[in-house]
């Protein structure tokens, strides 16, 4: 089974761009028409921006015509303050390269994800270590609030703990306080164990929480929310199925090095993966989610990196050290 149609069959979205881009290409062995990427590298991290142009590609690449710019740094997952600070500066820059802000734009930061869930918690920890100035702005000194730009932040929860849908609650604090622009944080689904914590992507499409677990929930955009929305997300989780077809397509590659093992691996039925996995993966439903025993510390230091990223690209007086000052 090719891998696009395993994520078919398990009903999994790919929440990054870029790995959607690398399946459709692999499997294509040729470039995607109406998609552009560009690639940068840095000392611990690489930079590439998928850009969906036109809207033929969107079926294609299952992504709506936008920005989806990808910080991938393995090094976060180590204690490196260097290295954070380094993302968090590239993220800074990025997310100013696609703002289109005045000095006096209110923006509204929105954490999202079930708190009390470690690997979803994601969103509610930037807003805890978020910057928020819009009251300043009313209450604070001139020159404080003259340096800062009003920013204000919610953590909505999730439908099984509000029995509201994230998006009216976020509908209904953007009609209440008129920000110039939305940011939304989220975790996000990995196709691979690799990108867990060491991925940041940067969206100016929205975002659709729930979609890389197949939970699908409205839609949290500039069509629904009347103001321009900028998703930033981390996979903090893989699909099971991901991780079995990944070690058995290993298994079967040494099995070509072998004569006799590569005659059985010509007689194997097609079929024969498919019925495995969904063999192990029926005591849940097809459904099982895979995260690190160490989410946690991963988790607080993507936290603070991201954190981190969105103080310096929306007070421009704040650099990186300030940031941090701010962070703890």
Known sequence: MKTRELFTYYNINLDLALEAHEIVRGETGQEIPGVRVDRERYNHSAVTTVEVVEKQAEQTMGKPVGNYITIEAPGIRENNKDIHREVSEILARKLGEILQLRDNSTVLLVGLG?????????????????????????YAPQELSGNLRPVCALSPGVLGITGIETAEIIKGVVDRVHPDLVIAVDALAAGSVERI???????????????GLGNRRPGINQEIMGVPVIAIGVPTV??????????INQLMEE??????????????????VQEILDKVLKPFAGNLMVTPKEVDELITNISKIIASGITMALHPAIDAQEAAKYLH
Request: aromatic residues 8%; proline residues 7%.
């Open 255 to 272: 099995f070509k090095t072998s004569p006799t093992l590569y005659q059985m691996y010509k007689n194997l039925r097609p079929e024969a």
């Open 197 to 211: 914590a060491t991925t940041i992507q940067l969206a100016d499409t929205g975002i659709n929480p729930g979609s």
């Open 114 to 138: 079930n708190w009390n869930a470690t690997p979803d918690a994601l969103g509610p920890h930037v807003i805890k270590y978020s910057l928020v100035t819009r009251h300043l702005h009313e």
């Open 238 to 247: 893989v699909h099971a199925a991901l991780i079995a077809h990944s070690a």
